[in-house]
C-alpha cells in the first residue's frame, strides 16, 4: 500500500509492506509483549484504557457543575494573525487550550481560523455538544479575547505559557467567574509546550515545571489530578479530536486499509518526520533548492530510522511495517517509500 500526497509546503507517504516478504529480521523466539506498551498503540476515546491513562480529561461532578452555571468563561484556541506558523503551533496551542480549560473550569472553544479553512473536512470533534461544528460564536468574541478588556469572557491559551505568564490568565479567568459567584481552583500549574518537548534546549524549561506538575497530578483536588507528562498531549487531543470520515476524501484508503493495520498490534508503525528547507528556499529562490540537497539531508535519518526498525523486528512478532513519512520534499518521499 502506498500512498503520496500533500499540499503547499506538507507532503506525507504512506507504506505498508510485510516484513517478511521484505525479508526483513523477525525473531521466532521473541513475542510483542517484549515491545513496551508505551510504544504500542493509544487507546481511543471512550474506550476504558483511555478513561484510565487520560483519567484528568474526564472532568468530575464539581468541575462540570462549575462550568456549567458559568457559561461566560472561555478558553480560546486560535490561530494569532500576528504569527506564521501553521499546523505545529495551532495543534500545541490545543493541547494547552485544553488542559488549561480543565485547570481553570472553564469552556474550551477552538477554530483554525477566521474564513473558510475547512479543517472539518479531516477533523471531527468527538463531542460535539462542547465544541459545536468549527465556528467560534460571535457571541463570545463580541467583546474580543483579550485579557486587558475587562468585558471580555474569554482567554486565549497558549503552549508558550509559563509560570510567569500563568496569573495574568488567572486574573482574567477569576474576573469573569466573579460575575457568576464563581471561584477558581487554588492553583494552576504550567505544562510543557509539547511542540519543543523532545527538543534538547527545551529540556531545562521541561525540568523546571515538572515539580509542579508531579504535585498537581497526585492531588485529589487538583482538576488534573492523574496528568502524566508522557502522555498529556496524547490525552488531550484524543479527547478533542476525532479522524472525520470525509477524510477518506483526502487519502482514499486510510479508513479501509491503514488505520486498520495502524491498529494491528502485530504491525511495527515508524512515523518519520523530515525537514529539507524545500519550502523555505522556494519561497525566497525558485532555483535556490535541489533534490540532491534534500537526499544530502534525508540519508543519515533515514539510516538511522532503518536501524531503529531491525532493533525492534528482532524484539517483537510483526507480520508488516508501517512507515509514515511527513516532509516538505515530495521527491524525498516518493525516494523514502521505494527504499
Same mark, same amino acid.
Given at each position: ?19 517478511? !516478504? ?9 513475542? *510483542? ?7 504500542? @498503540? ?24 462549575? +462550568? ?30 485544553? +488542559? ?8 474550551? /472553544?477552538?477554530? %483554525? ?10 477533523? *471531527? ?9 468549527? #465556528?467560534?460564536?460571535? $457571541? /463570545? ?30 486574573? #482574567?479567568?477569576? @474576573?469573569?467567574? !466573579? ?8 492553583? #494552576?500549574?504550567? /505544562? ?5 518537548? %523532545?527538543? *534538547? ?15 498537581? *497530578? ?27 470520515? $470525509? ?22 508503525? /515508524?512515523?518519520?518526520?523530515? @525537514? ?35 532493533? %525492534? ?13 511527513? #516532509? ?10 521505494? $527504499?
Amino acid at each position: 500500500l502506498e500512498r503520496h500526497g500533500g499540499g503547499g509546503g506538507a507532503h506525507t507517504a504512506n507504506n505498508l509492506r510485510s516484513s517478511q !516478504a521484505k525479508g526483513q529480521r523477525q525473531s521466532s523466539t521473541s513475542s *510483542s509483549r517484549n515491545i513496551p506498551p508505551h510504544l504500542r @498503540r493509544f487507546p481511543p476515546y471512550g474506550t476504558p484504557e483511555f478513561n484510565q491513562l487520560c483519567t484528568w480529561t474526564i472532568p468530575d461532578a464539581t468541575i462540570k457543575a462549575a +462550568i456549567g452555571s458559568d457559561p461566560d468563561c472561555y478558553i480560546l484556541s486560535r490561530p494569532r494573525p500576528s504569527s506564521s506558523e501553521g499546523l505545529s503551533e495551532w495543534v500545541a496551542d490545543v493541547t494547552a487550550g485544553k +488542559i488549561y480549560s480543565i485547570q481553570l473550569g472553564c469552556h474550551h /472553544i477552538l477554530d %483554525y481560523g477566521l474564513g473558510s479553512v475547512d479543517v472539518h473536512s479531516a477533523l *471531527s470533534y468527538v463531542d460535539t455538544s462542547s465544541y459545536g461544528n468549527w #465556528t467560534v460564536p460571535e $457571541s /463570545i468574541m463580541s467583546a474580543g479575547c483579550d485579557s486587558r478588556n475587562t468585558e471580555s469572557n474569554c482567554q486565549q491559551a497558549s503552549a508558550g505559557w509559563t509560570q510567569r505568564t500563568i496569573p495574568t490568565a488567572r486574573k #482574567t479567568v477569576a @474576573r469573569i467567574k !466573579a460575575r457568576h459567584g464563581q471561584h477558581l481552583a487554588p492553583k #494552576t500549574v504550567a /505544562i510543557p509546550n509539547y511542540r519543543w518537548s %523532545y527538543h *534538547s534546549s527545551y529540556s531545562l524549561k521541561l525540568l523546571a515545571m515538572l515539580p509542579d506538575l508531579v504535585e498537581a *497530578s497526585n492531588t485529589d483536588n487538583s482538576n488534573i489530578a492523574g496528568f502524566q507528562y508522557e502522555t498529556g498531549m496524547a490525552c488531550a487531543l484524543g479527547a478533542t479530536f476525532a479522524l472525520a470520515p $470525509s477524510a477518506a476524501d483526502h487519502i482514499p484508503a486510510v479508513h479501509t486499509e491503514i488505520l486498520p493495520a495502524l491498529r494491528d498490534s502485530k504491525t511495527l508503525v /515508524i512515523a518519520l518526520y523530515v @525537514r529539507t528547507g524545500r519550502t523555505d528556499d522556494l519561497l525566497k529562490d525558485s532555483h535556490k533548492h535541489s533534490q540532491k540537497k534534500d537526499e544530502s539531508a534525508s540519508r543519515p535519518v533515514i539510516s538511522c530510522v532503518l536501524a531503529m526498525e531491525k532493533e %525492534y523486528l528482532a524484539r517483537g512478532d510483526f507480520d508488516q511495517v508501517a512507515w509514515f513519512i511527513a #516532509t516538505d520534499s515530495p521527491d524525498l518521499g516518493k525516494s523514502v517509500v521505494s $527504499s
